[in-house]
């Protein structure tokens, strides 16, 4: 056996004793907020479509539409691949969010590296919580910059930071806005302050946000009363809420311009196919126009969160659609996952490395297509499973 061949094996042995292998499952249909895997009907309860746009008959149709007049780019954007369907995207972004500039990337994942990649070096520090998503951390190292991580949301220990920081190099606090795996908000306010007192560029990754929080959906930043001022620069994902697929950096146009002349993720790759750029558009047409949708989200959550603390459920803190429930033991989690879809709920088991040793969760996450009788039929079924209070710490 070869010195790889020993390696991939005593990784996948150790995955194996960890509970940590992941499994992928093929959906073959998906109506809403069912799907279909192996010939089975499911409600997902796991996926991130929260406005229920991902199935909808209009961005569908959107599709079909842009498809006629053909697919692919056929080049980067820099090269002859950026066609009217992307422009158009990028100012409907920018109207949007009331931002200077839009620019398109095909991928909230290439979103971060560009933009920490394009702006800092060896001499710079970046400043981030904990739990962010971890194309942020991968983004800080691919800079070769100082990474520094404060504890969860807790935006004084970010100012020590910056403070320590001070003095060499330029400082970059980025966060998500909402937390993909525990569904809660970042202080925003508060981290907008310390940047202004110590000169750092805040930047803020709204992927599990756009659509959902603020007025017209415009984010969490929105929602927390800031402007591009304050926040200079924003990360947009496409595949979450709007229900397709691609990504745009938002903001300050100066910053927007150096990142189009120097990401090496925006630069050096073909541009996102331009019938997805016009489904996007749609999309965020249809986003900004759902508040009958989000109205109806924030029932649906306020219902799941009342229900389960009857059932003695402890849900962990968040008042958006991400809604998990912490089981700690790997093993267990993934027990309850698989009872779970044997009983016609698909919910994500999520281990480490995700999320911290011991704090495996059973991931829940809603979306508009969900009705009440959805969320109480999981909850019938959790507390058949997973026993209340005693498993749900």
């Known amino acids: 056996m070869t010195d790889w061949q020993q390696r991939l ?75 009217a369907a992307h422009a158009a995207l990028e100012q409907a972004l920018a109207r949007w969010l009331d931002a200077p500039r839009a620019l398109l990337l095909g991928s909230g994942y290439a979103g971060n590296l560009a933009v920490l990649q394009g702006l800092l070096g060896r001499a710079d520090h970046c400043i981030q919580d904990r739990l962010n998503h971890a194309s942020l951390i991968d983004g800080a190292r691919l800079a070769a910059c100082t990474l520094h991580r404060y504890p969860h949301a807790d935006a004084a220990a970010a100012e020590r930071q910056l403070a320590h920081g001070s003095g060499a190099g330029l400082r970059l606090l980025a966060s998500d806005g909402v937390f993909s795996m525990d569904g809660d908000v970042a202080p925003l306010a508060a981290l907008a302050a310390a940047c202004a007192r110590h000169d750092a560029l805040f930047y803020v990754d709204e992927a599990h946000a756009l659509g959902v929080l603020g007025s017209t959906g415009a984010g969490s930043v929105a929602a927390a009363g800031l402007s ?54 749609a999309a965020v047409l249809l986003a900004q126009n759902a508040d009958a949708e989000r109205a109806r989200l924030q029932a649906l959550i306020a219902h799941l969160r009342s229900g389960a603390a009857q059932l003695g459920m402890a849900l962990m803190p968040s008042s958006t659609p991400i809604q998990p429930l912490l089981i700690g033991d790997n093993a267990r989690t993934v027990a309850i996952a698989d009872a779970l879809r044997a009983h016609g709920f698909w919910v994500g088991a999520i281990r480490p490395p995700t999320v911290p040793p011991g704090q495996a969760r059973l991931r829940i996450t809603l979306s508009a297509a969900h009705s009440t009788a959805d969320i109480d039929a999981l909850l019938d079924a959790l507390l058949a499973l997973a026993g209340g209070t005693d498993h749900a710490h």
């Open 9 to 83: 094996r005593d990784a996948a042995q150790q995955r194996t004793a960890q509970v940590a292998q992941r499994t992928v499952r093929t959906v073959q249909r998906r109506d809403g907020a069912r799907v279909w895997v192996d010939g089975r009907e499911l409600i997902d309860f796991a996926g991130n479509d929260y406005l229920g746009l991902a199935s909808d008959p209009r961005l569908a149709r959107a599709l079909r539409d842009a498809a006629a007049h053909g697919v692919g780019a056929s080049a980067s954007h820099l090269v002859s691949g950026h066609h």
């Open 228 to 281: 591009t001022s304050q926040v200079p620069l924003r990360l947009c994902t496409f595949g979450k809420a709007l229900g397709c697929y691609g990504a745009a950096l938002v903001g300050d146009g100066a910053l927007i311009e150096h990142l189009q002349q120097s990401a090496r993720p925006y630069i050096y790759t073909t541009a996102l196919p331009p019938a997805l750029a016009e489904v996007a558009h």
